[in-house]
């Protein structure tokens, strides 16, 4: 069975610009969650949603947004981006919203 | 805030010695406990989980943790490690019932051969 799949792999972009990065579950998973992983650091939650609806969201500013379509894949957009959202993105699928089995990530720098 | 901490950042053992690696969370609700691990150049993978019942999980390639509840603890235990153990492991919990991952920073450990 196919895991956790997340497009790009790697991805570099200038300070102001805007990036979409995708995620598909693994197939049956309606959840998917979306955190942000710095050098050194472990994760922090960006966002959840299930069904199509968020169900939760991080301490992380409005330039940060995401989506999940009726396939339950999902986008996570970020706006006028900063140096500071230089990291791994990674994105984690589950059934309902319990085990977290999470994809390869996408490695974005910003320039 | 909650938090969840792990005590050693860099850990660094020979072949065949025992291994445990602390965790502690900072919460007195419900919690669900994971330990994931992430291999050179691999992505991260769940370890194992306790969500209710037998305090003592064991997880895959013979990885097992303890949950203390009145300690806050969920540390990871291996009694023989191998080169092959190589890489860096994260304790998480989920709080109640909101399914945000509450992660610590992490333990690099480093397996001598």
């Known amino acids: 069975d196919a895991g956790v799949t997340q497009s790009p792999t790697h991805l570099i972009k200038t300070r102001g610009q805007q990036v979409t990065l995708r995620c598909s579950p693994i197939?049956?998973?309606?959840?998917v969650s979306w955190y942000q992983q710095v050098l050194g650091q472990g994760p922090q939650f960006i966002f959840q949603?299930?069904?199509?609806?968020?169900?939760g969201r991080g301490n992380f500013p409005d330039r940060f947004s995401a989506r999940q379509f009726p396939n339950y894949s999902s986008e996570l957009n970020v706006n006028a981006l900063l140096l500071g959202d230089s990291a791994l993105y990674l994105c984690?699928?589950?059934?309902?919203?319990?085990?977290?089995?999470f994809g390869p990530g996408t490695r974005l720098t910003v320039l | 805030a909650q938090s969840v901490s792990q005590h050693n950042h860099h850990v660094i053992l020979s072949e065949a010695a025992s291994l445990e690696l602390g965790c502690n969370y900072s919460?007195?609700?419900?919690?669900?406990l994971f330990w994931y691990v992430q291999y050179p150049g691999q992505h991260l993978q769940l370890l194992l989980k306790?969500?209710?019942?037998d305090p003592l999980v064991k997880g895959i390639k013979g990885f097992e943790a303890e949950f203390i509840k009145s300690k806050f603890s969920f540390n990871l235990r291996k009694p023989s490690v191998q080169w092959s153990d190589t890489a860096e492991y994260f304790c998480?919990?989920?709080?109640?019932?909101?399914?945000?991952?509450?992660w610590g920073a992490g333990t690099k450990l480093i397996i001598k051969p």
């Open positions: 984690a699928s589950s059934p309902y919203t319990d085990t977290q089995y």
């Open positions: 197939s049956g998973h309606k959840s």
């Open positions: 949603y299930y069904e199509k609806e968020e169900r």
């Open positions: 919460y007195g609700g419900t919690v669900n």
């Open positions: 306790y969500f209710s019942g």
């Open positions: 998480a919990v989920t709080l109640d019932s909101n399914y945000q991952l509450i």
